[in-house]
């Protein structure tokens, strides 16, 4: 199972980034997706998530309304499009694939927020 996370950055507060991750050697498709990100000195925490089959989404309150998660079968990547980002959005931010007891996850890749 392989990841490639793309899309993060430096970006200044009210920026926008969309980040991907692509993933095989699992069939993606059948996997809930989910992203996470870990600050410096916390816990890593649960951001957002998209189910099978039926494509709902959930979003930790702190960046509902912000952020929104998709995906494309097709290309086996799952998005994270954040928008009116903010200080505290700095973390590693990692995909995670998880059906049943199978649960793989990412490489992260770093997202910070900064003037």
């Known amino acids: 199972v392989q990841f490639v996370e793309s899309g993060g950055g430096l970006v200044q507060p009210g920026g926008s980034l969309r980040l991907s991750c692509a993933g095989s050697g699992f069939t993606f498709s059948s996997y809930d997706m989910r992203w996470y990100r870990q600050a410096p000195g916390k816990e890593r925490e649960w951001v957002a998530s998209?189910?099978?089959?039926?494509?709902?989404?959930y979003y930790a309150p702190s960046v509902k309304g912000r952020f929104t998660i998709s995906r494309d079968n097709a290309k086996n990547t799952v998005y994270l499009q954040m928008n009116s980002l903010e200080p505290q959005d700095t973390a590693v931010y990692y995909c995670?694939?998880?059906?049943?007891?199978?649960?793989?996850w990412g490489q992260g890749t770093q997202v910070t927020v900064s003037s």
């Open positions: 995670n694939a998880y059906r049943l007891a199978r649960d793989y």
């Open positions: 998209i189910s099978v089959p039926a494509g709902s989404t």
